[in-house]
T-cell receptor
Framework: AQTVTQSQPEMSVQEAETVTLSCTYD???????LFWYKQPPSRQMILVIRQEAYKQQNATENRFSVNFQKAAKSFSLKISDSQLGDAAMYFCAYRRTGANSKLTFGKGITLSVRP | GAVVSQHPSRVICKSGTSVKIECRSL??????MFWYRQFPKQSLMLMATSNEGSKATYEQGVEKDKFLINHASLTLSTLTVTSAHPEDSSFYICSARGQGAYNEQFFGPGTRLTVL
């Protein structure tokens, strides 16, 4: 079974600084997707970034980028120029390819941003 | 695009009553819908997966007679919590996935259920 591990329950970053959130996963599949979701206090789940395992290039979305290390099964999220609105819970998630696949979430990490 | 709505956003009910939560995909056809439960500061726990026109597949430990899921159309799924008890109080989130450009899970805003 696939597992997703986020070992840090909480992190804090100074506004305008950079922070990296860690995630590791375990799977026997060779093709899959990895995601980072943000859940602000409103509790609406927001897709931050998505990575397809067959792509070697790390995904980037504005201030958000990932470091995808397939061999190490590591998928960290880097937030640059942190803003107060980045404060939220962040979940790392895995999904194998296929029509009936479902997301497997990590436990999440609470990120606070200090003004 | 890819908006998923949930109704109601919050509901308070008495113990023993049933509550229905609706999940709609507003601008795409959802071939698969997912229902999650989330406790404060915890991750999302998948309760069941449903495909349009088929019976839902429940995760281990989820009582299918208590949490009735109906996915009658490509844009609507409902979760009915039957004979609700205080321990059913939680935040329920639905997610919908379509095909093609919508082959991704899009999440609703969630429903906070409080059972007195």
């Amino acid at each position: 079974a696939q597992t997703v591990t986020q070992s840090q329950p909480e992190m804090s970053v100074q506004e305008a600084e950079t922070v990296t959130l860690s995630c590791t996963y375990d799977t026997s599949e060779s093709d899959y997707y990895l995601f980072w979701y943000k859940q602000p206090p409103s509790r609406q789940m927001i897709l931050v970034i998505r990575q397809e395992a067959y792509k070697q290039q790390n995904a980037t979305e504005n201030r958000f980028s990932v470091n995808f290390q397939k061999a190490a099964k590591s998928f960290s999220l880097k937030i640059s120029d942190s803003q107060l609105g980045d404060a939220a819970m962040y979940f790392c998630a895995y999904r194998r390819t296929g029509a009936n696949s479902k997301l497997t979430f990590g436990k999440g990490i609470t990120l606070s941003v200090r003004p | 695009g890819a908006v998923v709505s949930q109704h109601p956003s919050r509901v308070i009910c008495k113990s023993g009553t049933s509550v229905k939560i609706e999940c709609r995909s507003l601008d795409f056809q959802a071939t698969t819908m997912f229902w999650y439960r989330q406790f404060p500061k915890q991750s999302l726990m998948l309760m069941a997966t449903s495909n349009e026109g088929s019976k839902a597949t429940y995760e281990q430990g989820v009582e299918k007679d208590k949490f009735l899921i109906n996915h009658a159309s490509l844009t609507l799924s409902t979760l009915t919590v039957t004979s609700a008890h205080p321990e059913d109080s939680s935040f329920y989130i639905c997610s919908a996935r379509g095909q093609g450009a919508y082959n991704e899970q899009f999440f609703g805003p969630g429903t906070r259920l409080t059972v007195l």
